[in-house]
């Protein structure tokens, strides 16, 4: 079975600053797609990033990129220029392949505070 | 277009009932996925549907059930409730089995 470890329960980091979230996994599988939710205290699961495990090049979507090493079985997300909305729950995430139903295996979350 | 919508938003039961929760997945999904949120703590896999049918599940017991209606939409059921099953119980839809999925906002389910 997969398993997803976030180490770090909280995170703290200054406004405009960089931070960035640990993400380890566990897996025999070579085809797979990770990714990076962000769950405000609304509630609402909301996709930050994804990266498929064929693709080499890193994902980047405007302040957020990751950092995937597939070899070490790590997917760190970092989040630059930090800005206040980005306080929330994030949760790192893998996906089965499309064989095995595409269910999401997450970590335990990791807490963001953003200081102004 | 709406998003994946979920009813109700939250509800209190009493040990030993039954619950029903529903899921209305985003338009032009036809697989609908559950997960339980216990509190502080990441989803877990409770189940998945797509025609109509449980194609994957978790490691749940049986008292957790579901149904797909033709339109999509699905329920959650649970019997005997224990206090351990106070949660945050999410629906995700997808378009088909291997896309990514888009959650909705949750019902928060409190057992006293």
């Known amino acids: 079975a997969q398993t997803v470890t976030q180490s770090q329960p909280e995170m703290s980091v200054q406004e405009a600053e960089t931070v960035t979230l640990s993400c380890t996994y566990d897996?025999?599988?070579?085809?797979?797609?990770l990714f990076w939710y962000k769950q405000p205290p609304s509630r609402q699961m909301i996709l930050v990033i994804r990266q498929e495990a064929y693709k080499q090049q890193n994902a980047t979507e405007n302040r957020f990129s990751v950092n995937f090493q597939k070899a070490a079985k790590s997917f760190s997300l970092k989040i630059s220029d930090s800005q206040l909305g980005d306080a929330a729950m994030y949760f790192c995430a893998y996906r089965t392949p499309p064989s095995a139903g595409n269910m999401l295996t997450f970590g335990g979350g990791t807490r963001l505070m953003v200081k102004p | 277009d709406a998003g994946v919508t979920q009813s109700p938003t939250h509800l209190i039961k009493t040990r030993g009932q039954q619950v029903t929760l529903r899921c209305s997945p985003k338009s032009g999904h036809d697989t609908v996925s559950w997960y339980q949120q216990a509190l502080g703590q990441g989803p877990q896999f409770i189940f998945q549907y797509y025609e109509e049918e449980e194609r994957q599940r978790g490691n749940f017991p049986d008292r957790f059930s579901g149904h797909q209606f033709p339109n999509y939409s699905s329920e959650l059921n649970v019997n005997a409730l224990l206090l351990g099953d106070s949660a945050l119980y999410l629906c995700?839809?997808?378009?088909?089995?291997?896309?990514?999925?888009?959650f909705g906002p949750g019902t928060r389910l409190t057992v006293t």
């Open positions: 995700a839809s997808s378009p088909r089995q291997v896309y990514e999925q888009y």
């Open positions: 897996t025999s599988e070579s085809d797979y797609y």
